[in-house]
């Protein structure tokens, strides 16, 4: 028999070497410790599971073969019903449009203005109980109800409270974002019922603040609403994420390693140039972006986290949690595009051009492999 050379033993040798190193990282053991009684998810930097996860364009919405009806300009919020119809607000014209899952057109509703069934900057929609669509008009000082053919059915009045965002369970409770700035930075969770009166303060977070000087990371809590009203919330200064029961009880902690992603000169100039300073204040730019960017809930009761961890392409990843916590998956998106809903076997995101806002919906199924 042929003996192999020494280069090529040698390169054999390494070759099988990688794939047992790599193999060994990808089954790192997750470990789970009960702090004060509540289950913590420690997950590994890769993901426990070898399956994959695969998208595959299938729809594209807002383009100008629709119509100047349907064109998107600014979209703020996409919702997805039951039917699998899609709804998008749209900031620019303050409209929901409507299209079916074929991507056909159904409808437009919605009016710019401060009367009545109008709205005026309701910079995010939400899809409650699959039967109505809820707006927080920041400028109308109010939360706003419609039904899915676009009637407007309530309002409710927002003038004493101090809402950053706002978002509401299947039984019409409320959870609203305050952000109180002072000598120290104080992010609050607060539930309310449906008449916004307080039933709970889910969480406080407090964090040191520099006097005269800007932060350039976004650190506001993000947070969702799984459909069994569990509240799910992180800082993203932290590759951390609770979960909490509708009565007020931390239910799980998930918690991941990660390498972190440094900043770069050019990406430090581009957002000096893009923010303005007030006189006498000073601009903070970390060395490194946060670990959590934001992320989505889909009806399975998984997480979808966006990181700013790129794949070879320059996509932004996103990392998946199962409903236990754990790390099961990742894929990433292209950078112009954010990631919106996730259901039924389906991603939904909206596509930015250029670097104008985004105007375009796609939707990708998504396989398990």
């Known amino acids: 028999m042929r003996k192999l050379s020494p280069i090529l033993r040698l390169s054999l040798i390494l070759f099988v070497t990688s794939l047992v190193f790599s193999f060994f990282l990808q089954t790192e053991e997750i470990k789970i410790k009960v702090i004060n009684g509540v289950p913590v998810v420690y997950n590994p930097k890769a993901p426990a599971s070898l399956q994959t996860i695969a998208l595959k364009e299938d729809l594209t919405i807002g383009g100008e ?30 409209r929901i449009k409507v299209w079916g899952k074929n991507g056909k057109g159904l409808r437009v509703f919605g009016k710019k203005g401060q009367g009545p069934g109008e709205l005026q900057l309701p910079y995010r929609m939400y899809l409650i109980s699959g039967k109505e669509l809820m707006f927080y008009d920041i400028s109308n000082r109010r939360i706003s109800y419609f039904s899915l053919d676009g009637e407007c059915l309530r309002e409710i009045s927002t003038a004493n409270q101090m809402f950053e965002r706002t978002i509401a369970d299947s039984k019409g409770n409320i959870i609203g974002y305050f952000f109180i700035p002072g000598d120290r930075y104080v992010h609050e969770l607060k539930k309310f019922d449906s008449k916004l009166r307080p039933l709970m303060t889910i969480v406080t977070v407090e964090e040191k603040r520099t006097p005269y000087v800007i932060e350039m990371l976004d650190t506001s809590l993000q947070f969702r609403v799984f459909e069994n009203d569990n509240i799910v919330w992180s800082h993203p200064s932290s590759y951390e994420i609770s979960i909490i029961s509708p009565e007020g009880k931390t239910l799980r902690k998930i918690m991941k390693a990660y390498d972190p992603v440094k900043i770069t000169d050019a990406e430090k ?44 392409k320059g996509g932004f990843c996103l990392d998946v949690f199962d409903a236990e916590g754990r790390n099961i998956g990742k894929f990433s998106l292209p950078a112009n595009e954010l990631i919106f809903v996730v259901k039924k076997g389906k991603v939904y995101t909206t596509v930015s051009k250029n670097g104008q806002p985004y105007s375009l919906v796609k939707r990708y199924s998504m396989s398990w492999q």
């Open 269 to 312: 100039q581009e957002m000096i140039e893009g923010s303005t300073t007030p006189p006498g204040y000073k601009v903070k730019i970390p060395e490194y972006y946060n670990p959590v960017y934001y992320f989505v809930c889909d009806d399975e009761g998984r997480i979808y986290v966006r990181t700013f961890e790129r794949d070879s």
């Open 65 to 94: 073969k629709e119509g100047p009806e349907y064109a998107l300009s600014d979209i703020r919020s996409v919702q997805v019903d039951e039917e699998e119809n899609i709804y998008v607000l749209d900031l620019k014209d303050v």
